[in-house]
């Protein structure tokens, strides 16, 4: 017999639908860490690269065919995700980048959450070619310097 799956990555799920980022942060541990290729970011600067993705891209979208649950609090979901730069992209860190136009797709690929105390407390996507936020900027014509 499956176990459910639990109520706050669901929640979670919806937000990222609606672009609803009150709804996300509130299924974030104070202590998330959100573990890129690159580097780990915590709850705020997360929460800030969202908003920043959502502005840029207002109709972002995300699809999935399941949540798979891999033990012990850990499931994945195999996201494809993309939308239309049409407004102004200003990740953390970076200059803003005027709306370009470009359609934009990320390869599909899986995400890891692990819930612990009904709350989101590591998210770690699956490092691919292609993939956010590289491959975006590749995407809409962003000179990036060598990996």
Do not use: C
């Amino acid at each position: 017999m499956r176990k459910p799956i639990p109520p706050v990555l669901l929640t979670y799920v919806e937000g990222l639908k609606t672009h609803d980022i009150r709804k996300i942060a509130g299924t974030m541990a104070d202590d998330l860490k959100f573990i890129s290729a690159t580097r780990i970011l915590d709850k705020e600067p997360a929460l800030k690269m969202l908003t920043a993705l959502y502005a840029g891209f207002p109709d972002w979208n995300y699809k999935y065919r399941e949540i798979e649950d891999r033990g012990q609090g850990n499931y994945a979901i195999k996201w494809d995700q993309g939308g239309t730069h049409s407004g102004t992209w200003a990740m953390p860190g970076m200059a803003p980048i005027p709306p370009t136009g470009k359609k934009v797709r990320i390869p599909e690929h899986y995400f890891y959450y692990r819930v612990a105390n009904d709350k989101l407390t590591m998210i770690f996507p699956e490092p691919v070619v292609g993939g956010a936020p590289r491959g975006i900027l590749e995407q809409i014509g962003v000179e990036l310097p060598p990996l």
